[in-house]
């Protein structure tokens, strides 16, 4: 089976959940941007999540292709770095990487996308080294 989401960093960004943190990681990018700007739905959805987060984990890891791009690795980056594009360079996306280095993340936007978008981009790129 495949393990490509951690539980400990799914709690640990639960922690800081009522931002969408642990939703955004898990892929699911509707509910962490209701999250983010309900704060957790007034916190009773985030404390319902801290039950939730096994079955999130279980879900993104059947979802999501496993591969030598760590999906916990690119999170972290984006998360604490990702105005400086570091998560792109550790994907190996040199263009966009210095394109975000040099406009902090495309003046956020960029960093927007890829808050939506990061889980499919490391599972294409996992799954095209297959390919």
Same mark, same amino acid.
């Given at each position: ?72 690795? /690119? ?41 939506? /978008? ?14």
């Amino acid at each position: 089976m495949n393990n490509t989401h951690s539980k400990v960093v799914g709690y640990i960004l639960w922690i800081f959940g009522f931002m969408g943190a642990h939703r955004f990681y898990y892929g699911k990018p509707i509910s962490g941007t209701i999250y983010f700007f309900t704060l957790g739905v007034f916190l009773i959805g985030w404390l319902i999540d801290l039950f939730l987060i096994p079955s999130m984990d279980r879900s993104a890891d059947s979802t999501y292709a496993s591969g030598t791009t760590s999906y916990t690795m /690119t999170w972290v980056l984006l998360t604490f770095l990702g105005i400086f594009g570091l998560h792109r360079f550790y994907m190996g996306k040199w263009f966009t990487a210095i394109l975000y280095l040099l406009t902090g993340g495309l003046f956020l936007l960029g960093i927007i996308y890829d808050y939506w /978008t990061l889980n499919q981009q490391i599972s294409e790129k996992n799954s095209s080294l297959f390919s």
